[in-house]
């Protein structure tokens, strides 16, 4: 059974070795103080923790959830730039990739996916989801 702090620094621990174009994107982590660059581009980190799943007495308990990289991108700029960026994230994070720390085993599930851009009244976002076990 992992720690869900240990998990969580798998997660962002990765996050950090992100480099999504050039220069890279600032990157907001959860619950860190965070001022958007004056560019407007940066990736937004959320970590989404689900239920739990019991494998047997065992094998005992499996942690799981999401991690959610959201490219933003200022509006007014089309949406392929932002596309791509997603689509490094995606490769970032592929299916099968194992991330360790501490107490915890965190694999990448599923092959990430980006949901079609949300326009707001200021820019992008390019929310791409990523299904983990622990």
Known sequence: MADVDDIADAL????ATLAVGSPALTIA???VSFT???SGKYLDVAIFYNRPAWEGVASGRLDQGLLQVTVVWPKG???V???EAAQTVMAHFAKGLTL???TANVKITAAPYATSPLIDEFDVRVPVTIGWKA
């Open 12 to 15: 962002l621990a990765r996050c």
């Open 29 to 31: 982590m959860p619950e």
């Open 36 to 38: 958007p660059p004056a």
């Open 77 to 79: 700029q089309g949406v």
């Open 81 to 83: 730039k932002p596309m």
């Open 100 to 102: 360790q720390s501490g």
